[in-house]
């Protein structure tokens, strides 16, 4: 009687005849077979194709003839899984005629019963280049467009060999070829990838890289970072034929340099004053932090404007150089300013000298000036006092108060600035303070003795163009009523 043989064991790589309407081979017990297997363990390796010479042929287990004692066990039915569907009931076969000796066998021999087990007749392969069902299917060789995509793609390398050195307007200063094993780095990090692309197992991958012929480019050129080598791709398949890539450009690098003298040869605008007579610096006006830290950050936008982009200014000024007395020195600048820059860390520095303006020394203010600033009366406020106590404080019909005093004091000290600076240069100004106080009140006593000058007084301080300072008091006469 025949079987259907099930799926889970059939051989990988064998087609097997399908048969309608047979049964499924009852499963024996590793029990059952323990004593006919004779040790025998049979491994099958359908994992690696095996040449045909090396292919071996098939031979079923020998079983051993049962004795009457004995008796050949039978293997139990598999019990119907309610699950599976029902097998199909085996359509009638008609019996074979047993051919006579004058007539040929039948193409399809005879089924076998289950007690005679028939070695199968290997059926021999029609077409030698079509591989049997039990070989694995070769892998296709790559076609040459295909490494292509591979080249451009899976082993693409972005990295670069040359150098461009170039200064701050990318001019060219100099060119840095890469080392022999800079250029083998670069093409071992093209075959490492190789291992990394299983379409190119069994395939063969070499690079070569070649500088580009021609003549180098001139310094002081503008630099365009053009490639410097070209690399070629050789792949050498698995059948021995030969794959080259067309020459590809190799990028390169550009380095930028800062040179603060062609940057900023010198700093042009000019910070400071010394006013000076006969060659000798007479005052030097004071400068405010405040005009210090304009004058930098104008000098480090300035820069960054001429600089590659990210470079970082720094811009200090230091000075003054020069004080009262001393010596003009040909050269010699009041301030200097101390620049650093830094472009990919790399630092260049440089002090300017900062030019400053001198002035000649304009003389004091005329004597009879000084002399009307100095010596000038003072009237301010009018007083009532009834047995020496003073009564009343009044200003034009006010009320005298602290407001009103600062405002008077105000008044007095712009005019006498004003008659001091009387057509002299912003560089040779006197600066005038001027204070009043006020020394008696409404309700104080006081005494007939100098009366008037008694109520207020002041104090007037001027400064020279060239830091003398002259200061006085001055009386302020208040007019004074008595009442009976």
Known sequence: ???????????????????????????????????????????????????????????????????????????????????????????????????TPDEPKPDNPVEPTPDEPVEPTPTPNPNPEVPTPDEPTPKPVLTNEELDEIVSGKLRNDGTLGKYNANQNNKLISVDEPTPEEIEAYKKEITDKVGEVPELEGYTVEVSVDKIPGEAPEVGSDVTGAPL???????TKPNGDIYQSEPMSIGTTTEKTIDLLEALPKVEDKFSTLITKDGQVVYVPEVSEEDKISFEDKIINDLKAKLPEGTTVEAVLEGPAYEKGSE?????????????????????????????????????????????????????????????????????GETITESTIKQFAESLRKYFEDILNEGRPDSSKYKVEYNITQLRHVGDSVSPINLETSIFTSHIKITKPYGDVIEKDKPIKTYIIETL
């Open 328 to 396: 003009v020195i040909t050269g010699m600048t009041n301030y200097k300013l101390k620049v650093r820059t830094t472009l990919n860390g790399e630092v260049s520095e440089h002090d300017y000298k900062v030019p400053h303006t001198e002035e000649p020394a304009v003389p004091d203010a005329p004597e009879k000036v000084f002399n009307e600033v100095l010596n000038k009366e003072v009237l301010f406020g009018e007083g009532n006092i009834e047995d020496n106590v003073l009564t009343l404080l009044n200003h034009m």
């Open 1 to 99: 009687m025949a079987y259907k043989l099930a799926e889970e064991d059939k051989l990988c790589g064998i087609e097997y005849p399908t048969y309608e309407g047979y049964k499924p081979i009852p499963k024996a017990t590793c029990e059952m077979l323990e004593t006919q297997c004779g040790g025998i363990e049979i491994v099958f390796n359908c994992e690696k194709k095996k040449k045909e010479d090396e292919k071996p042929t098939p031979k079923p287990t020998p079983q051993p003839e049962p004795t009457p004692e004995e008796p050949k066990p039978q293997p139990e039915e598999p019990k119907p899984n309610p699950d599976e569907p029902k097998p199909e009931e085996p359509k009638p076969q008609p019996n074979p005629v047993e051919p």
């Open 229 to 235: 080598y070209t690399k070629i791709v050789k792949i």
